[in-house]
Every structure is written in structure tokens, then in C-alpha cells.
């Protein structure tokens, strides 16, 4: 990998649309996408079906060309950073040959890229030294995505694209992918990923960047988007005497939602927590108060319903 000075990706009021201007069939899959990713950040692009995830990602890669807008890679054009190198994915589609073995199908495409001397190293970064005599047929989707990854990395690229590299595994896989991926991150590499699932964007990615009706609707590191829209939950025991009175107190409180008393615990879900719990402690007498963090899916609710 080498150093640049240009952002990794810079989109600009990138949009693609699908069908004739004037039919009833048009489709704006990406609707003016503004996004710079600096080198070596690693960003999930989280977004529910349709989002328009792959249409953009497609249009980053070269791979189709926008309607509107501008996409520039490492300050080139996205073709001549794949040809230079620069640039790799692991797409959802593509096909890889079933009758070769997985050590075969890396040490030919190292072959035709001349970078044999690759072929150890990216073996090892994509967990496959331990398979590398199988047939790719007989390969698991999670390890064909493995083996995919293995080839992206040949060419050692700057930015790396997966377009939701763990559709379909099995919790144990994508764990395995991901390890793998995330030792790889860790030498600088940019990585930017499509995914539906929540908790990846959390694991993986400091930066997540929100897309719906083919547009950004958050830009946030993971863990502020998480806190700053999904609150967090915090449930107590309240003494007996004056339960009444302190439920009547906290629905009355703003920043505090979604009350609720269940035998004698009371579970709520309030922005400030740290006010909150004070509260409850110091003025109310609870005991045993858990404050647990929303999850991304509750700030990824919030944000993209209509
Ligand atoms: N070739 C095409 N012609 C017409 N419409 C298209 C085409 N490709 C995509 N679309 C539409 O554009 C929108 C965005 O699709 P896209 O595949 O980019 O979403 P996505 O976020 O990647 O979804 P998923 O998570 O399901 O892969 C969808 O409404 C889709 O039906």
C-alpha cells in the first residue's frame, strides 16, 4: 500500500437513475450522495433493501456510470485505480471457477496480476492456508467469500469494497470473516462495507454512514450514532411507598420515554442517563438500576422510518 494525499473516495451529488426521464418507471436508486472517506477509515454503509447500498457502491467502482455526479478514488477515476491496483471489491456476485481448488484459484489470479509472491500472505490473511486443497465447489459460502477476499487483496489495494460480504453466513462464519477482515484493517487498509446487518456496522466499523430512499440520512462514528438516537434503557426496583407518585414524576420528566412498571421494577428509556439514574437513585430510592445502550437497530428505526 502506498501513501496518498487525496481523500480515499470522494462522492459528490453522486446519483444514478433508473428508466427514461419522463416514465412512470423511473427509479432514483441514489439520490445526490455527498461522502469523503479519508485513508485507512473503515466505514459501513448500513441501509434496509432497496436503499440503493450496491447501486451506489457500483457507481465507486466503475463498474456503472451515475446519472449525476462525480466519484474520484485516490483522486483518480474508479477505473484507473482498479487498473493501477489501488482499488478491490468482493461483490456479491462473481463467479468463481468450482472445479479448482482454492489454493489453485489464488496462485492463477496472482499469476495473471504477477504478484505470486502474494499468494502466501493473502492465503494466511483470508483463513484459507487450512483449505487450500479443496475444491472451491465444495466450499461454504462463508469460505467462498474468504476465498473472493483472498483475491481482492492480491493487488494489496489502499481501498478495499465489500458489498455485503456475509449475506447468508451463519453467525460462526461471519465471525470468521470478519476476524479475518478486521486483522487485515488493522494494517491501514480503507474499507468501506455495505451491510443489513446492525451489529457488524457496530463491530466493524468506527464510522457508519445511514442510507435510505438512495440518499445519506446519518454520517456518525457508530458509537455516537448509537447513543445519540436510540438513548439508552435503564430499569430499577422503586420501593412500595410512593411508586405512584415517582411513575407520575418520570412521565412527567422530558428526556425520559417509554415508562413502564412491571411488578416493581420500572424500566424507561431516557437520553441523559446518567441525569436519569441520579434521579432514580438519589431522589426515588430505586435499587438495582441496569442501564443497558439502545442498539443500532432502535437509531437505525428512528432514522429511516418514513
Ligand atoms: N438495473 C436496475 N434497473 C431498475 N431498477 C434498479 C436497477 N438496479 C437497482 N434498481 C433499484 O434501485 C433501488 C436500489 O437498489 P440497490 O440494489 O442499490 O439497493 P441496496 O441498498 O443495495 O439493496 P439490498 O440491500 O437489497 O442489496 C431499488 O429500488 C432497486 O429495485
Not at 448500513?46 to 450496491?54: D, E, S
Not at 414524576?249 to 422530558?254: D, E, I, Q, R, V
Request: charged share 20%; proline share 3%; glycine share 10%.
Amino acid at each position: 500500500m502506498s501513501t496518498q494525499l487525496a481523500p480515499a473516495v470522494e462522492l459528490n451529488g453522486l446519483s444514478k437513475r433508473f428508466g427514461a426521464q419522463n416514465s412512470s418507471r423511473v427509479v432514483n436508486a441514489v439520490n445526490g450522495i455527498d461522502l469523503t472517506v479519508q485513508a485507512g477509515e473503515i466505514v459501513a454503509f448500513l441501509g434496509p433493501n432497496g436503499a440503493g447500498k450496491t447501486t451506489a457502491l457500483d457507481m465507486l467502482l466503475g463498474l456503472s456510470e451515475p446519472t449525476g455526479g462525480t466519484v474520484r478514488v485516490l483522486g483518480q477515476t474508479p477505473s484507473s485505480a482498479v487498473a493501477a491496483g489501488r482499488l478491490a471489491a468482493v461483490l456479491q456476485t462473481g463467479g468463481l471457477l468450482h472445479d479448482m481448488r482454492v489454493g489453485e484459484t489464488v496462485r492463477a489470479v496472482a499469476a495473471m496480476h504477477r504478484v505470486t509472491s502474494r499468494v502466501q500472505e493473502v492465503m494466511e490473511r483470508a483463513d484459507l492456508t487450512g483449505i487450500a486443497r479443496r475444491s472451491v465447489g465444495k466450499c461454504s459460502g462463508g469460505e467462498q467469500q474468504r476465498i473472493k477476499f483472498a483475491l481482492a487483496l492480491l493487488p494489496d489495494p489502499d481501498v478495499l469494497v465489500l458489498d455485503e460480504p456475509t449475506a447468508g453466513m451463519d453467525v460462526g462464519a461471519r465471525r470468521r470473516f470478519w476476524d479475518a477482515m478486521r486483522m487485515d484493517a488493522d494494517q491501514g487498509r480503507t474499507v468501506i462495507f455495505a451491510t443489513h446487518y446492525l451489529e457488524e456496522a457496530e463491530q466493524f466499523a468506527r464510522r457508519t454512514v445511514l442510507v435510505a430512499h438512495g440518499k445519506v440520512v446519518a454520517d456518525a462514528p457508530t458509537e455516537q450514532l448509537r447513543a445519540s438516537l436510540g438513548g439508552r434503557t435503564l430499569s430499577c426496583s422503586l420501593p412500595e411507598q410512593g411508586r405512584e407518585a415517582a411513575m407520575e414524576l418520570l412521565g412527567a420528566t422530558s428526556g425520559i420515554a417509554d415508562v413502564s412498571l412491571d411488578g416493581h421494577r420500572v424500566t424507561l428509556r431516557a437520553a441523559d442517563s446518567d441525569a436519569v439514574a441520579r434521579l432514580l437513585l438519589n431522589e426515588l430510592g430505586a435499587t438495582d438500576l441496569e442501564i443497558v445502550a439502545a442498539t443500532l437497530e432502535a437509531a437505525f428505526t428512528n432514522l429511516t422510518e418514513d
